[in-house]
């Protein structure tokens, strides 16, 4: 009975920690507001859960892995706080940043974003999904706590320059 009484804060905090991540990463993306992150980074191995790792000196790589697990992680929790059209588009948001993650050209993780080009298409229809993920009453409750250095001090780990010619290991 004490360790299920110890257990249970340490869940507590963890499941409210993924509900600050998805918030943070779903009010970036749905703003566009790059101006809060760093054009590049140091190198970095990045692996945001799962086996995804990434070597990465780009900044919206680690927003859309992030946002990837994040979205994931809070879709398999169970009795989710959201409602049913919000679990789907965090699926749907899931998957589109689990094939983009996949997307070997940088272009797309290149800042600053240039007008009219695919890249600034794919993270305007990004947007709009978080947006819509954004309108769950729940979901306006839960406070904006984190930066983006949460992401890269928590998941990342420092790479070599020559580490980025290979990309994922």
Not at 81 to 100: G, K, P, Y
Not at 158 to 165: C, G, S, V, Y
Request: proline share 5%; glycine share 4%.
């Amino acid at each position: 009975m004490t360790e299920q009484k110890k257990r249970r804060p340490k869940d507590h905090e963890r499941r409210s920690l993924q509900l600050d991540e998805l918030k943070f990463l779903l009010v970036l993306v749905g703003a566009q507001d790059w101006q809060k992150l760093p054009e590049r980074l140091a190198p970095i191995w990045f692996e945001p859960g799962g086996q995804d790792q990434y070597c990465t000196d780009t900044p919206l790589r680690v927003i859309l892995s992030s946002l990837q697990h994040a979205s994931e992680r809070v879709c398999r929790m169970s009795g989710s706080l959201f409602d049913r059209e919000t679990i789907d588009v965090l699926w749907d948001i899931q998957a589109v940043s689990m094939i983009a993650a996949e997307y070997r050209a940088d272009r797309i993780f290149e800042l600053p974003l240039q007008p009219n080009t695919a890249a600034q298409c794919f993270w305007r229809v990004l947007g709009r999904l978080c947006s819509i993920a954004l309108q769950d009453p729940k979901m306006r409750e839960i406070e904006e706590r984190l930066t983006f250095d949460h992401f890269v001090a928590t998941y990342g780990s420092p790479a070599t320059a020559e580490d980025l010619k290979f990309g994922a290991r």
